[in-house]
Nanobody, 121 residues
Framework: HVQLVESGGESVQAGGSLRLSCDTS????????AAWFRQAPGKEREGVAS?????VYADSVKGRFTISQNTAKNTLYLQMNSLKPEDTGTYYC??????????????????WGQGTQVTVS
C-alpha cells in the first residue's frame, strides 16, 4: 500500500520561501519518478517539478524552485524561493513510472498525496 503525505504548506508573503515535504511509504524512488503538482482554485492541476533521472521544472518556477529527494528517508522535497502570489494553490506530491518525457503530466503518475495549501500574498 503506497501512501504519500505532504506537509509544509502555509501562508507567506511574496518574496518569501517555503519548503514542502512529502513522506512516502510503500514506494521507493528507484521505482520511477516523483513530482510536485499544484492546483489553484478554478484552474487545472499543473506540473511544477519532477525528478526521475534528472530534474524537470515548469517554466514558471525555473530558478526559484528546487526539487530533491532523500532516498534514505523516502522523502521528497520542494524548496520554493522568491514566492509570488501566482504560486498560490494546493500542492500535491505524486509518484509513479512517468518517465522523463511525461515528467509533468499528471496522468503519468499512479500515486498521489492529499495536498498541502500554499498561500502567497
Amino acid at each position: 500500500h503506497v501512501q504519500l503525505v505532504e506537509s509544509g504548506g502555509e501562508s507567506v508573503q511574496a518574496g518569501g520561501s517555503l519548503r514542502l515535504s512529502c513522506d512516502t511509504s510503500g514506494y521507493t524512488f528507484s521505482r520511477g519518478c516523483a513530482a510536485w503538482f499544484r492546483q489553484a482554485p478554478g484552474k487545472e492541476r499543473e506540473g511544477v517539478a519532477s525528478i526521475c533521472s534528472i530534474a524537470v521544472y515548469a517554466d514558471s518556477v525555473k530558478g526559484r524552485f528546487t526539487i530533491s529527494q532523500n532516498t534514505a528517508k523516502n522523502t521528497l522535497y520542494l524548496q520554493m524561493n522568491s514566492l509570488k502570489p501566482e504560486d498560490t494553490g494546493t500542492y500535491y506530491c505524486a509518484a509513479g513510472p512517468a518517465g522523463p518525457s511525461r515528467a509533468l503530466v499528471s496522468s503519468a503518475y499512479d500515486y498521489w498525496g492529499q495536498g498541502t495549501q500554499v498561500t502567497v500574498s
